[in-house]
């Protein structure tokens, strides 16, 4: 049964893509695609990717990665095909059973373990020079592509969320950014006192808005493998730490969001109302240009203040994965290979993508766009959506049983208790 697409856009870093597909050799912009120069022989092996790259994303894409890969690999000639995201999931379905899936496909990492329990997705932790990439990448974005054992892609680009916080509010009450959830409770009683309507601001009453907390405040999802949900949902600390978020919301530290209330986490942020909100880079780019907020001067970036968890958010971004029809099986693990190398990595770096290639990730051309640095520190402790085929209703069971506790309908323990017996029945069909 094919399970139905639970979506958060914003979990995606933005980059859904859309529009028209690209052409198959990638057009007028494809570089190398067309000729046979610098040696390329003429039965060079092709190799079908799929991707929803934005607009400057894949402009990148055919006029500087395609080319440089072409070169250095003049046997291969990449085919990138630009798919649009509307009813892309239903797409690969049909493709896969049909025969016709692409080699590769930058994929969300949400449908990785779904893909990979259908058989649709090559292993790859089995594959020479894994090991080495497994050494070189951030370890949340990885585990995004872990089933049943194993790997089934690669972490291609990635994002996570951190602490925004309100310089002029910070200023008027006189503090600096929180480091621990203590100061965050602090600061948020202040705000209050000072007749600031949001304190802490947690976007809404589902898993990508609340997770970070959860996790920071010692709460946990499944076991360390991700086959076992009671009694690590419904721990101790998992009660406690929802006990605490639902103690903020009654004491009114908690921003209107939490439970669809106005403004919006930016809105409340830009009319000077919320002292702090948490969100991905991707804002960033969106907000440059707003001329009524500057938001590199009016915010401060922070880590996720720390719990008894640690300082822990989530991860978004895509994978690479080669599907198991592939007709050149060896070519496209050399290009996925290639494409966690740092030159790939940085090429795409330059329009907004993070890598996941730690070095690339450090590089001083990386770190020089100005938000970068606080989102690269956060991604080494960030954590995924459980990487499991049934993501999409374990989440819909999660955030049902967070919201009723927020409404007082349920108390935490209740509320996690009925969630990890569900849940657990989820697990063994």
């Not at 239903?90 to 930058?106: S, Y």
């Not at 946990?220 to 076992?228: A, M, P, Q, R, V």
Request: with cysteine; proline share 6%; charged share 20%.
């Amino acid at each position: 049964m094919v399970l139905l697409l639970v979506l958060v856009a914003a979990a995606c870093g933005g980059n859904a893509g859309g529009g028209a597909a690209a052409t198959g050799n990638g057009g007028p912009q494809g570089g190398s695609s067309g000729g046979r120069a610098g040696g390329q022989s003429a039965d060079r092996v092709k190799i079908e990717f799929w991707h929803t790259y934005s607009d400057a994303e894949e402009e990148v894409l055919l006029n500087e990665v395609k080319p440089l890969f072409e070169q250095q690999h003049p046997n291969i000639e990449l085919v990138p095909t630009r798919m649009p995201y509307e009813g892309l999931k239903q797409q690969v379905i049909a493709g896969v059973a049909g025969d016709a899936a692409p080699d590769l496909m930058r994929m969300d990492i949400i449908w990785v373990p779904e893909f990979a329990k259908m058989g649709a997705l090559m292993r790859l932790d089995d594959k020479d020079g894994f090991a080495d990439i497994q050494a070189a990448v951030f370890e949340g974005p990885l585990a995004t592509n872990f089933y049943n054992g194993g790997y089934y892609g690669l972490p291609l680009n990635t994002n996570t969320k951190v602490a925004i916080y309100n310089k002029a509010i910070l200023d008027d009450l006189g503090i600096e950014p929180p480091k621990t959830m203590d100061e965050l409770e602090d600061a948020a009683r202040k705000a209050k006192a000072e007749g600031y309507p949001g304190g802490i601001t947690i976007g809404g009453a589902h898993a990508w808005a609340a997770l970070p907390y959860f996790w920071s405040l010692g709460g946990k999802l499944t076991n360390g493998d991700y086959t076992k949900v009671d009694g690590y949902l419904n721990s101790p600390e998992s009660v406690k730490a929802l006990e605490t978020i639902l103690a903020w919301n009654a004491e009114g530290l908690l921003s209107p969001p939490i439970l669809g209330g106005e403004p919006g986490s930016w809105d409340g942020m830009k009319n000077g109302e919320y002292l702090m909100i948490d969100d991905g880079p991707w804002f960033y780019s969106i907000l440059m240009n707003d001329e009524s907020f500057n938001v590199l001067e009016d915010t401060v970036q922070a880590l996720i203040p720390a719990g008894a968890g640690g300082s822990v958010s989530v991860v978004g971004g895509e994978n690479l994965v080669i599907f198991s029809n592939s007709k050149h099986p060896a070519e496209a693990w050399t290009f996925a290979k290639w494409m966690l190398t740092e030159e790939p990595q940085k090429l795409m770096a330059k329009v907004g993508m993070i890598p996941t290639n730690r070095q690339a990730a450090a590089d001083e051309t990386v770190m020089r766009t100005p938000y970068n640095p606080t989102y690269i520190e956060q991604l080494q402790t960030a954590l995924p959506r459980t990487p499991i085929p049934q993501w999409g209703e374990m989440e819909s069971i999660f955030n049902l049983a967070f919201e009723k506790a927020l409404r007082g309908e349920l108390g935490a323990k209740e509320a996690l208790d009925d969630a990890a017996r569900q849940i657990e029945a989820v697990l063994q069909q």
